[in-house]
């Protein structure tokens, strides 16, 4: 998915009841933004990641949330060839179907409960168009920032089908990493943590989580409780590292539904700028140039029908790499 970045928003913190406040705020809620996507009849996406402060949640660096929309009124996802560098996408969705084709020459299909990740490395291009037969079109698109030692590696494309795991008070499906003693064979470059979860009606989850992760946990249904503070729909609770446990609740009468995320803080700086993410500015103007000029670094994408996407005109002043505070550890939990 191409991005488009307007400003943030502020995000709001929430301290739980008993906690300390010295050590800052149990749970950072993150609000969304919308960005418009495509042209007259754009589909808006609700960004959660980046914020003003806060750019990344393990590598994880980039959430758009999207649906459910009415394919016949907005017209669906048609994402024409574009660029990337320095990242994975992993696509996930909830309903709907997503016909994908990239310059590694994979064509594939994004379809509900099903993980596909492409790796772009050194470059790769993509295009991302609704299927005819979608209706609703609902899912989130997340990018995960590849560490300096990665970041020119091959360009890869993987699809898995996780299992549906049920648990005490709900279900989950495990993408990325392991979580509720599953864990999902898809290699990543650092370590991740990515589940989508669902808790039935006035019920809780508590999961067992990695306490050298930060975590982020996405509300796409539902009236959700992270470790008893409210997140409401479409918007990101933050954890810091140090929780052991993980207690989700739903306070409502119908199913919630969630995506949690998580890995280790990133110990690297990052710029980040349309489709890219480099170590400064002079990468970003490097990967802007090759794909303007048609330079191999990208590929080719075989079977759109239409014009790759042009990248837009580059700032006059010079990128500086996102700010990101470092996590202050979260009580321990009990």
Not at 33 to 58: F, H, K, N, Y
Not at 240 to 259: D, H, S, Y
Request: one cysteine or more.
């Amino acid at each position: 998915m191409s991005n488009g970045n307007p400003a943030p928003t502020a995000p709001r913190t929430t301290s739980l009841p008993g906690g300390d406040a010295a050590d800052g705020p149990r749970v950072q809620v993150l609000p969304a933004r919308p960005v418009p996507l495509g042209g007259p009849r754009a589909m808006t996406v609700r960004r959660t990641l980046p914020q003003r402060d806060r750019t990344l949640i393990g590598a994880w660096c980039f959430v758009d949330h999207y649906g459910p929309d009415d394919v016949a009124a907005t017209g669906g996802m048609d994402v024409a060839p574009h660029p990337h560098t320095g990242l994975q996408t992993a696509s996930w969705l909830f309903s709907g179907e997503i016909e994908h084709r990239d310059s590694l020459g994979s064509h594939a299909f994004v379809r509900p409960g099903e993980l596909n990740l492409m790796t772009a490395g050194w470059g790769i291009s993509h295009s991302e168009v609704s299927t005819p037969q979608t209706t609703v079109l609902h899912g989130v698109q997340l990018w995960i920032a590849l560490p300096e030692q990665d970041r020119h590696t091959a360009r890869d494309f993987r699809h898995h089908v996780p299992d549906l795991v049920p648990l005490r008070g709900g279900r989950v499906r495990v993408f990325l990493g392991t979580l509720a003693g599953q864990t999902s064979p898809v290699p990543t470059c650092t370590p991740l943590l990515g589940a989508e979860v669902a808790v039935d009606p006035s019920a809780s989850v508590t999961l067992t989580v990695d306490p050298g992760f930060e975590h982020g946990v996405l509300v796409d249904q539902g009236d959700v409780r992270v470790a008893e503070t409210p997140v409401p729909r479409g918007e990101l609770g933050y954890l810091a590292p140090g929780t052991r446990t993980l207690t989700l609740t739903n306070a409502g009468n119908v199913p919630a539904r969630l995506l949690l995320l998580g890995g280790p803080p990133f110990g690297e700086e990052i710029v980040m700028w349309w489709n890219f993410i480099g170590r400064g500015h002079e990468d970003i103007v490097a990967a802007r140039e090759e794909w303007e000029r048609g330079a191999a670094r990208f590929g080719t994408v075989h079977g759109y029908p239409g014009e790759r996407l042009p990248a837009p005109a580059l700032p006059h002043s010079s990128l500086k790499p996102r700010g990101n505070p470092a996590p202050r550890r979260a009580a321990p939990s009990r």
